[in-house]
């Protein structure tokens, strides 16, 4: 369920007990499956281990007959909510009902099913109204076998058409060149303006005229007989002539070579933004094999244009903002300072550190630089118990980063 991926340091090590009590570690594995276990089952007849899925399916079958069950799962989300772990590697479990005020950064590695579930998990970051990001990393092939998954699934197919939609409606935010908050939001029937913080806000993507380029795409996949999914067709676009394009001979078509002047990956982001576009269907039946739709034959006609997004992605819209608000060095160092008595008192106290003090409290007494415990006062989330608990403590962290 959880894995952690930061390393504890000796300081760390000694305010986490369970380091010294027989702690299961990464060498312990899932009898189930082999993955990292976090759950050891002590049964009569000896000890099970699981991974969090397999825990989640059986443990509450053993739990009656078991001698003791040691869940480390429950230890690791306590580290993270201490801010000990700086890390978290989950499922999508986490992404539902987890409340972490200070969560600065999600990473979603793959694309949710719909824009419900990647509002809930992108969700998990800013929770405390300070700026945060969300960054989705997907790719056509996610897209492919989320609809497989849906076609192959149980439900009827009322309701299969109905999560087909939903999958569609998530592509079409990944693909757009339109302020991605505008998207999500008018989904909930919400209307916004443009936010000017997401990706597309702050290096808007100039679209440009790739009718050209959906017209060879198109027109190779009715050449090849609309029967094979995009690798094959990239191959014939690009002129890569394998055995089984010489097999079908398909390295005479006159589409044979036309896109070499494109990568591979220029070419699946053109296949991706056609799908998005209405032009393309996948046939997850049949191989994945691309079908053009009834909107292709306008395109193929020349009585469409089609704007793409750039295949290329600016390398700038997927960097890290600056803590703009930190003006001085001084800041700087003061805003360091905080977190770290923040820390500190929450590892005394046994509470985690946004318990303590959250981002936007320490942000706003660096912003405003207050003077005495009346000028706590006018700091966000200090009421008058925590100016009587923690109040001292504060100046004199002021006091220090004026050393």
Known sequence: ??????????????????????????LDRCDACGAQAYV???????????????????????????????????RIESLFRDNVLKVLVCTSAFGEGVNIPDVRHVALYGMPFSEIEFNQMSGRAGRDGLPAQSWLCYGLNDWVILRERILEGQSGEFQKNIELQKLDAMLA?????ECRRVMLLRHFGEHSEPCGHCDNCLHPPVRFDGTLLVQKLLSCIYRVGQCFAAGYVINVLRGKADDLIRDNRHQELSTFGIGADLTDKDWRAVVRQSIGLGLLQV???????????????DVLKNRRTVMLRPLKRDKAAGQKPKEEWLRTEREERLWQALRK???????????????????????????????????????????????????????EVLDSADV
Request: net charge negative; aromatic share 6%.
């Open 1 to 26: 369920m959880y894995i952690p991926v930061a390393t504890l340091t000796n300081d760390e090590m000694k305010h986490d007990s369970a380091v010294h009590d027989g702690a299961m570690t990464a």
């Open 40 to 74: 050891r089952v002590e049964m009569p007849y000896g000890v099970l281990m699981f991974c969090g899925h397999h825990a989640n399916a059986h443990l509450e079958k053993l739990a009656a007959s078991a001698v003791s069950v040691r869940d480390e799962r429950e």
């Open 173 to 177: 935010v990944c693909e757009t060149a």
């Open 283 to 297: 046939d997850s039946q049949h191989h994945h094999r691309l079908l053009l739709t009834e909107a292709a034959r």
């Open 341 to 395: 008595w923040r820390q500190e008192r929450a590892r005394a106290e046994e509470i985690p550190a946004y318990m303590v003090c959250g981002d936007k409290t320490l942000r706003d007494i660096v912003e405003k630089m207050p003077r005495g415990l009346d000028g706590l006062r006018s700091i966000y989330g200090l009421g008058e118990a925590k100016i009587d608990k923690f109040g001292d403590e504060i100046l």
